[in-house]
């Protein structure tokens, strides 16, 4: 059985998706690829334990702290390949960037290929479907572009503006599939 509640934040409202005791998903609402590949509509059930921790967790992140995700039980769903880049992207230190090249290095790295296509890790990276706790939004592209954010840019500069980064070393790209 999923369950559902919603959690307003100053990147917008949030939409938390857990299964048993473990958050499967968070959401901006509208943005791309909202909700996943869930096969069934949650049921509301904003006193679910878990979704009372993951409050906690967002209500010390949007405060400027740096919560410990190891207090909260993530189960993202999705491709073992995908399953790799996420746990990745977990290791990215608060207030720190990464390029899509450097995760697509360190996934190599795991698999023991020799290379790694920065373009696979695009996808996998855009597929988070646990945004801001799993922080995709900590990858930009080797030329410094902010590019790639399923929640939009917008919101991708202001959480890392919140973590302290200066976004002004970094651009938004003209064009491209992730604006």
Request: glycine letters at 10%; aromatic letters at 10%.
């Amino acid at each position: 059985m999923l369950y559902k509640t919603e959690y307003s934040s100053l990147v917008g409202e949030i939409l938390l998706v857990a299964e048993d005791e473990n958050l499967i998903g968070l959401w901006i609402v509208g943005q791309k690829y909202f909700m996943g590949a869930l096969k069934e509509e949650p049921i509301e059930k904003p006193d679910f334990p878990i979704f009372i921790k993951t409050k906690q967790w967002l209500d010390d992140y949007f405060a400027g702290k740096q919560p410990d995700m190891a207090l909260l039980s993530l189960k993202p769903k999705g491709s073992d390949f995908r399953q790799l880049v996420w746990n990745v992207l977990c290791h990215i230190p608060y207030g720190q960037v990464v390029t899509y090249g450097d995760i697509a290095k360190e996934a190599a790295l795991r698999l023991n290929k020799p290379t790694m296509s920065a373009q696979a890790v695009g996808n996998a990276v855009g597929h988070n479907p646990i945004s801001i706790i799993i922080p995709c939004h900590r990858v930009v592209g080797t030329n410094g572009s902010l590019t790639g954010y399923a929640g939009g840019i917008d919101k991708k500069i202001k959480l890392l503006e919140l973590e302290g980064v200066d976004t002004r070393a970094y651009f938004v790209p003209k064009t491209g599939s992730a604006l």
